[in-house]
């Protein structure tokens, strides 16, 4: 684990402690107290200044990498219709205004930890919790690899009012949010039957057969590749259909990585009966972490699979915390509490030990260039 990870890690947690502390007039759907929003800013301002300062965390280099060659080639205005154009377009801006790549990368951590605090706020019933979730499941981390598919995310959790809406005319102004987002990362389209799927009663038969579905695909995959491949040809993902999944260049998600995902949706099952006291949005949520379970039972096969589960995880990290901070609450239940807890730091310490590659820049000693992405 490096410090500095640790220390956004601490830092994070108290500001999202004060907030709860301190509570705002404002109730979240689950009728518990809001944070403060000086509570908020603080936990955003922690979270995005590491990444936005961020220059070699994990794909960042490439990002800004081309990023500057376009620059240098006279900033060319994308072309309408193209893959991932308003991703583009944004770029296309930044230079225009004048904006260099350290700008850039700020911009695209703002428009992804923003929506993702604003949806603890107001969907989590324990913003703490919540916060915690999000790093301990290596959630935090993860967003600073995989930009393009991280902004998309951000903007489909502007729409989690019109997922979780009883109302089913809401499903055309969620539908909105997806092409937009697609238009940013074209696996943002994976959302509109996602949407369907998680909108059911949990634990009904739909339920299980994304779980079966999810080891079917794992179990047939080599069947179900050659479609597969020919949906990533022509797109941003074009390059991994050259025998990158079929001559061994890379290989499937670690197991126990695989394992613990499904934590989340093991302890639905077993407090279903008093989660589902807290009304119909429980049972989007628990439908979620089933499809993101089933996302990394496919990710076995190879990685790449996984990254699907980037548009996942915050509801996962919500649903946690509406487990611990109700379920869990009971006192007969604190070993259980405690034992979880320390499954959840375990990991999130082994997960991201020796990563020296998710080190910010600018958190090192001696560093003079603070800023300079405003210059």
């Given at each position: ?11 994070s ?27 908020l800013?603080?936990t ?36 309408v ?205 628990i439908?979620?972490?089933v ?8 990710s076995?096969?190879?990685?790449i ?5 980037f ?5 996962v ?59």
């Amino acid at each position: 684990m490096t410090t500095s990870l640790l220390t956004v890690f601490i830092l994070s947690l108290m500001g999202a402690w004060f907030g709860k502390s301190v509570p705002s007039l404002g109730y979240t759907a689950w009728g518990t107290r809001k944070p403060n929003v000086i509570g908020l800013f603080i936990t955003g301002f922690v979270m995005i200044a590491f990444s936005g300062l961020r220059r070699t965390i994990g794909d960042t280099y490439y990002y800004i990498h081309a990023f500057e060659l376009a620059e240098q080639a006279g900033n060319p205005m994308p072309v309408v219709g193209e893959d991932n154009f308003l991703f583009a377009f944004l770029q296309y801006w930044i230079r225009a205004v004048g904006g260099k790549s350290d700008a850039f990368i700020m911009i695209t951590a703002i428009m992804t930890l923003v929506p993702v605090l604003l949806t603890f706020r107001k969907y989590a019933p324990d913003f703490l919790l919540a916060v915690f979730f999000y790093f301990t499941t290596g959630t935090y981390y993860i967003t600073m690899n995989g930009i393009r598919q991280f902004v998309a995310t951000g903007i489909i959790l502007m729409a989690t009012k019109y997922l979780f809406s009883p109302k089913k005319t809401d499903f055309l102004k969620f539908l909105v949010f997806v092409l937009v987002a697609y238009f940013f990362h074209t696996s943002a389209i994976i959302l509109i039957p996602i949407y369907f799927v998680c909108r059911r009663k949990a634990w009904s038969p739909s339920t299980f057969m994304i779980i079966v579905a999810g080891f079917a695909v794992l179990i047939f995959v080599s069947l179900f590749l050659p479609s597969f491949m020919g949906i990533l040809e022509g797109s941003s993902f074009s390059q991994y259909t050259d025998g990158w999944f079929t001559d061994g260049v890379e290989g499937g998600a670690n197991i126990l990585r695989v394992g613990f995902q499904a934590v989340p949706m093991v302890l639905s099952a077993i407090y279903y009966k008093e989660l589902k006291k807290h009304g119909p949005i429980v049972d989007v949520l628990i439908n979620m972490s089933v499809v993101h379970f089933a996302i990394f039972l496919i990710s076995l096969y190879n990685w790449i699979f996984a990254r699907f589960s980037f548009y996942t995880y915050t509801y996962v990290a919500i649903l946690l915390a509406l487990i611990f901070s109700t379920v869990l609450r009971d006192a007969r239940r604190t070993s259980v509490k405690f034992v979880l807890y320390i499954a959840f730091m375990f990991f999130f310490f082994k997960d991201a030990a020796g990563a020296d590659a998710y080190r910010s820049d600018y958190f090192t000693p001696n560093n003079n260039v603070w800023f300079s992405f405003i210059y």
